[in-house]
């Protein structure tokens, strides 16, 4: 068995964060979600109509991977890197995978390099913690 990746690491801290004990123990024992369709939220609805039918494929299929992969029962917000893009996407409970944006690669690792370690999560008395301004799309 493979080590997990850090994508999947990453999700299930945003999974599990903010919600009580009671809350990540329901989670840990529910079924693992499998995407069944996806949707492009409107921003990157813009950005699909400018690429090819295969990059669009592409997309799909690595964002379906990777978040079947986790084996999670949500996902509430991850980042695949596909053909030099980094897709942010995130999987619901109903097995509807949202596409939010394409950034170009060498953009997000400016964008993360600017906001430091603390752009998505945070340490407090309760544990882990998310930023909700830096994961709305």
């Known amino acids: 068995m493979s080590a997990p990746n850090t994508s999947t690491l990453v999700s299930r801290m945003i999974a599990m964060a ?55 029962p949500e996902v509430f917000f991850t980042s695949v890197e596909v053909g030099g893009r980094v897709i942010t996407c995130d999987l619901d409970a109903s097995g509807t ?23 998505l999560f945070g340490v407090d008395w309760d544990g882990v913690y998310i930023t909700p301004a830096r994961t709305r799309h």
């Open 18 to 72: 903010g919600q009580p004990d009671e809350a990540i123990a329901s989670t840990e024992n529910q079924a693992a979600t499998r995407v069944k369709r996806i949707v492009w939220s409107s921003q990157a609805a813009k950005l699909q109509g400018s690429l090819s039918a295969r990059a669009v494929y592409d997309i799909e299929t690595a964002v379906t991977l990777d978040l079947d992969s986790m084996e999670l």
């Open 97 to 119: 995978a949202s596409i939010f944006g394409l950034i170009e690669a060498g953009e997000y690792d400016d964008l993360v390099e600017e906001a430091g370690d603390d752009a």
